[in-house]
């Protein structure tokens, strides 16, 4: 299904390629078999300045922070009017759709945790969705922002636990994963050492410690960190 675009001065471009801001309407709402929910939806507006775009709904100190981000992963940021099952989302393709009732803080909070569930996807493409992976990422991802004083060390628990349990995750798993559950060609931290994980082969899983570009084999359920890339 196709949507009208709104006016724009910028030559037309492949939008799946590009990293801008569109201004969504919903409205039609329609539940299928209890699970799924749709909307029509139409773009009123595409903006391609994306600080201009977003200085309206972002604490002023976080807006460069964002801009980068987005750009890093060529994010399409959907700006929707409100849901009511949700306040944003996350879609494979690296889409991400915020509520444009949301005030600056509040957007600020729903982007971090739809960008953690981005995240976690490059690292576990199949994790659930609010599992420890998930956790893991998200709470890397606030910490991030309260080390550059972005936001206060008092929102971390807020922030972090506003839907699910971090709490219970934290505890039952201690965020430490699986070496099978990390995705080939992906970094881990296994023994203060950085791997990167490579093909099983036997019952074993072959790695490369980057200190010394080293083979080694590891057996699947070896507990290891994932590295993050929090640098945009």
């Known amino acids: 299904m196709s949507h009208p675009l709104g006016n724009f001065t910028k030559k037309k471009v492949n939008m799946a390629n590009t990293r801008c801001i569109q201004f969504v309407e919903l409205s039609n709402r329609r539940q299928f078999a209890k699970k799924w929910i749709f909307y029509d939806e139409v773009i009123k507006e595409t903006r391609f300045d994306i600080s201009e775009a977003l200085a309206p709904y972002l604490p002023d100190n976080a807006l460069d922070e964002v801009v980068a981000m987005l750009k890093k992963y060529a994010v399409l940021l959907r700006i929707e009017t409100p849901r009511k099952e949700s306040r944003g ?10 509520n444009n009732n949301l005030d600056k803080d509040n957007f600020l909070h729903v982007f971090l945790h739809e960008y953690a569930h981005l995240l976690t996807y490059l690292s576990f493409p199949k994790a659930s969705v609010h599992g420890a992976e998930f956790y893991y990422y998200f709470q890397e991802l606030v910490l991030n922002f309260i080390e550059k004083k972005i936001l206060h060390q008092d929102m ?5 636990n506003y839907s699910g349990n971090y709490n219970y995750y934290k505890k039952h798993f201690g965020f430490k994963f699986c070496l099978k559950i990390i995705k080939v060609g992906a970094k881990a931290i296994y023994m203060d050492d950085i791997i990167v994980r490579d093909k099983g082969q036997k019952g074993l899983i072959n790695c490369i410690r980057e200190s010394n570009n080293a083979k080694i084999q590891l057996p699947p359920g070896t507990e290891v960190l994932p590295v993050l890339d929090l640098k945009w």
Request: aromatic letters at 26%.
């Open 89 to 98: 989302y996350y879609r494979w393709g690296h889409s991400i759709g915020i």
């Open 156 to 160: 971390f628990l807020p922030i972090v």
